[in-house]
C-alpha cells in the first residue's frame, strides 16, 4: 500500500502474481491527519541524517574509529567517574527530610471536640443500623433465620462488614 504526501489521496495497491504486476486503484478518498504528515517529515529527516552519519564514517579509516571509540569511552568514563566521586564526596546531598504536619480535621490526629461533633450521626440513622445489625445478630441463631442471613451474605458480600464497621465507629 502507497501512500502519498497529499492531504487526501488514492490508495494503491500492488500486486504480484507470478511475475505478472497488477495496480489496483482505489477511488477512495482517506484523510492523512496533520501528525502522520508531521511524523513522516522527521522520520525522512531521521533517514537523512542516518544516511549522512554513514557515509561520513564510512571515510573514516578503521585506526580512526578505533581512536574515536577510545576518547568516547574515557570521557564518558571519566565524567561518571567524577560524578560518583562529588556524590560520595558532598555531604549537601540535595533531599531533606521533613516532619509531615497532618491537619487537625483529618480523622485519628486528635481528639477535637469538633471533630467529634462532625463525626456524629443523627440518632435515627444510627438506631437503624443499630436495629438492623441486631436483626442480623438474631437471624445467625435460628436455623431458618441462618438461611435469609446467607442469601444477605451472598446478595450483598460487603454489607455484613460495613454494617460493623459503621458501628465500630460511631459507636
Given at each position: 500500500m502507497e501512500?502519498?504526501?497529499k492531504q487526501r489521496s488514492q490508495i494503491t495497491n500492488t500486486i504480484i502474481v507470478e511475475g505478472n504486476k497488477l495496480e489496483i486503484t482505489s477511488k477512495r478518498k482517506y484523510f492523512v491527519y496533520p501528525t502522520k504528515k508531521l511524523a513522516r517529515k522527521i522520520n525522512?529527516?531521521?533517514?537523512?541524517?542516518?544516511?549522512?552519519?554513514?557515509?561520513?564514517?564510512?571515510?573514516?579509516?578503521?585506526?580512526?574509529?578505533?581512536?574515536?571509540l577510545f576518547i568516547f569511552c574515557g570521557m564518558s568514563s571519566t565524567l561518571s567517574i567524577f560524578i560518583i566521586i562529588?556524590?560520595?564526596?558532598?555531604?549537601?546531598?540535595?533531599?531533606?527530610?521533613?516532619?509531615?504536619?497532618?491537619?487537625?480535621?483529618?480523622p485519628g490526629t486528635n481528639q477535637n471536640d469538633s471533630f467529634r461533633k462532625f463525626q456524629q450521626l443523627p440518632g435515627p440513622e444510627y438506631n437503624n443500623i443499630i436495629d438492623f445489625k441486631n436483626y442480623l445478630d438474631s437471624l445467625e441463631?435460628?436455623?431458618?433465620?441462618?438461611?435469609?442471613?446467607?442469601?444477605?451474605?451472598?446478595?450483598r458480600p460487603g454489607l455484613i462488614d460495613s454494617i460493623r464497621i459503621l458501628h465500630r465507629v460511631y459507636q
Open positions: 501512500y502519498t504526501g525522512s529527516r531521521l533517514i537523512k541524517t542516518a544516511e549522512y552519519l554513514t557515509t561520513v564514517t564510512e571515510k573514516i579509516s578503521k585506526r580512526g574509529k578505533i581512536f574515536t562529588n556524590a560520595l564526596r558532598n555531604e549537601n546531598h540535595g533531599f531533606s527530610i521533613e516532619k509531615i504536619i497532618i491537619p487537625a480535621h483529618v441463631q435460628t436455623p431458618v433465620g441462618k438461611n435469609i442471613y446467607d442469601s444477605f451474605v451472598k446478595a
